[in-house]
T-cell receptor, first 114, second 113 residues
Framework: DTAVSQTPKYLVTQMGNDKSIKCEQN?????MYWYKQDSKKFLKIMFS???????INETVPNRFSPKSPDKAHLNLHINSLELGDSAVYFC?????????????FGEGSRLTVL | AQSVTQLDSQVPVFEEAPVELRCNYS??????LFWYVQYPNQGLQLLLK??????LVKSINGFEAEFNKSQTSFHLRKPSVHISDTAEYFC???????????FGDGTTLTVKP
């Protein structure tokens, strides 16, 4: 029973297209995150939601729009895809926004923009 | 502001040798400290964490890390590595007030037979 699940696992698309990645957690956590891991494996936070409310919004282009319909789901929509968006996107969750415990990560969604 | 520096980007070792992966951090406030491991084509998973109390923390698979406040370090060690320990290791710090995590750039541990 997967704790944090993301779909799709792989995305290959053309520049200029729009794509979405979905994330669901069944841990009962209040806080969810999107992280971007580039080809050098550097990991950067993009967004964080606590109980459906945006609490962290790093310097991310407006083409990226997160949506949290409820606290168990956090989706990421990307408009007008660019080559530089190619990366692995990880969803994660934690018990609460204070993050005194661990982050639970999904398996990642590998986006390739051609 | 907080930052994490992992001093070695790649660490190749032979099986059964000891290993140390170094992590230094800087922060103007108290932090929690974490080590995560990422096996190929997988997400990150927690290896061990320091929140408070004893400065030496251990994982179930033989890794340990020691929080050194004066040197602002949280180095990861294992006395004898296995091939299966080959992975990417990330050090992370979390601001105890704001809850935001910052990750280091990762260390690739490659264990050779």
């Amino acid at each position: 029973d997967t704790a944090v699940s993301q779909t799709p696992k792989y995305l290959v698309t053309q520049m200029g297209n729009d794509k979405s990645i979905k994330c669901e957690q069944n841990l009962g956590h209040d806080t969810m995150y999107w992280y971007k891991q580039d080809s050098k494996k550097f990991l950067k936070i993009m967004f964080s939601y606590n109980n459906k409310e945006l609490i962290i919004n790093e310097t991310v282009p407006n083409r990226f729009s997160p949506k949290s319909p409820d606290k168990a789901h956090l989706n990421l929509h990307i408009n007008s895809l660019e080559l530089g968006d190619s990366a692995v996107y990880f969803c994660a969750s934690s018990l609460n926004g204070l993050n005194t415990g661990e982050l639970f990560f999904g398996e990642g969604s590998r986006l390739t923009v051609l | 502001a907080q930052s994490v520096t992992q001093l070695d980007s790649q660490v190749p070792v032979f099986e059964e040798a000891p290993v140390e992966l170094r992590c230094n951090y800087s922060s103007s406030v108290s932090v929690y400290l974490f080590w995560y491991v990422q096996y190929p084509n997988q997400g990150l998973q927690l290896l061990l964490k320091y929140l408070s109390g004893s400065t030496l923390v251990k994982s179930i698979n033989g890794f340990e890390a020691e929080f050194n406040k004066s040197q602002t370090s949280f180095h990861l060690r294992k006395p004898s590595v296995h091939i299966s320990d080959t992975a990417e290791y990330f050090c992370a710090v979390t601001n105890t007030n704001a809850g935001k995590s910052t990750f280091g750039d990762g260390t690739t541990l490659t264990v050779k037979p």
